[in-house]
């Protein structure tokens, strides 16, 4: 009697992990072929492929790509923990952008609001759903980048976000920090987040000179960034100095005031020079901080995993070096706990960084 009972609980403990290992293992092949975990993905696959062919020139990390990452944050950072500020990761940025494009913060967003809307009206995706597929297929096309998680199923924007979500590159940093915390984020995920200035130019910040890149390889996601924000600054590289610009250690190179503070910053020094020549720790900690980012707000019960959809992005061919010239001499380290990585120089002169075209 105890024995049949025994083993009616194991056979009901195996017929369970069966059935559990059976819906993670299961997989839908959709009509295109494209095999995904849900068939509610397979309506994405040919969007990916208007994403990559009408908005980021055929699957490049150029401005377009860049750029909705940028909004995507934009967007997603419209949200505080403890309510009365925007619905998050909900595309208001897209749908209200009349409203949000007047706030400072939003300088320079309207160029990517120009390019994807006539894409976003042509796909039956919700706002929310475009703008941060958008990132996540954009980011894919960076050698180096993690493929970012897509969740799917966001509900139409209510409302516009409110105008101050946004920090600004002339704020202090304990107000950055005091506004991600709101949004849910610690100063390492901050840092983390920062990654993103990897692809990343400024058209605003010096009208004289759009798509000056942050780092001399603006088209990989690697940790060039991290390396040479803690470079010396010797020069502006446009019309001399601008509100939330500091010295810049290259020519044509723009160094942001936010992202230099940041990194010299007792609260985040220690994680921003953690970062350089650990492309795997940066591309970890961006995929997690990314994963978070783009749900704010959200109720991710209602939401589908659809990350399957997202393109799979070039290795980093690495490592990452010092510009010519450049060697351990010209850093300017604030964190004494992370020992500095061996980096080797890249041969010949000081260059010249090129401006990201199209900007
Ligand atoms: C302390 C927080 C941040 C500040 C103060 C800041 C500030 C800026 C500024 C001033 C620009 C240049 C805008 C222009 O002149 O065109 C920029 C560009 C950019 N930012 Fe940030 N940012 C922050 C965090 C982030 C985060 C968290 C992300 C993404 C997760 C992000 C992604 C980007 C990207 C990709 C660009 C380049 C856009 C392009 O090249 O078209 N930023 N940021």
């Not at 920090?177 to 010096?206: K, N």
């Not at 609260?267 to 020549?277: E, L």
């Amino acid at each position: 009697m105890a024995f049949t009972r025994l083993s009616a609980i194991v056979v009901l403990a195996l017929g369970a992990s069966q059935i559990a290992n059976a819906a993670i293992t299961k997989r839908v092949t959709c009509a295109s072929g494209h095999v995904t975990a849900n068939a509610a993905c397979c309506a994405l696959f040919p969007m990916v492929d208007i994403l990559q062919d009408q908005l980021f020139d055929g699957a490049e990390c150029g401005e377009e790509a860049h750029s909705a990452l940028r909004i995507s944050f934009h967007d997603a950072i419209g949200f505080s923990l403890h309510g009365g500020k925007g619905g998050g990761a909900d595309g208001s940025i897209l749908a209200f952008n009349s409203t949000e494009l007047q706030f400072h913060a939003n300088g320079g967003i309207d160029d990517i609001v120009a390019s994807q809307f006539p894409v976003f009206q042509q796909l039956d995706l919700s706002a929310g759903d475009f703008i941060h597929l958008a990132a996540a297929v954009g980011v894919a096309n960076c050698p180096g980048a993690p493929r970012l998680k897509f969740m799917f199923g966001r509900p139409p924007p209510k409302a516009a976000a409110p105008d101050l979500t946004v920090p600004e590159p002339t704020d202090s940093v304990t107000k950055i920090l005091e506004r991600f915390a709101d949004a849910g984020f610690s100063p390492q995920e901050a840092v983390a987040l920062l990654s993103s200035h990897t692809i990343a130019a400024a058209d605003v910040v010096d009208v004289t000179i759009p798509g000056t890149p942050f780092d001399s390889t603006a088209g990989t996601f690697d940790t060039q960034v991290f390396l040479e924000v803690l470079l010396k600054g010797t020069a502006f590289p446009g019309n001399g100095s601008q509100a939330g610009e500091v010295l810049s250690p290259l020519a044509g190179e723009m160094r942001l005031q936010s992202d230099f503070a940041i990194s010299q910053d007792p609260r985040t020094a220690c994680f921003w020079q953690a970062m350089v020549n650990d492309q795997n720790r940066m591309v970890t900690e961006f995929k997690d901080a990314m994963a978070k980012l783009q749900v704010l707000g959200q109720n991710t019960r209602k939401l589908v995993d659809c990350s399957d959809v997202v393109p799979v992005p070039q290795p980093f061919a690495g490592p990452i070096k010092f510009p010519a010239s450049f060697s351990n001499k010209d850093l300017q380290l604030a964190c004494k706990n992370v020992r500095f990585p061996n980096i080797a120089t890249v041969a010949g002169p000081a260059p010249t960084v090129a401006p990201v075209p199209g900007s």
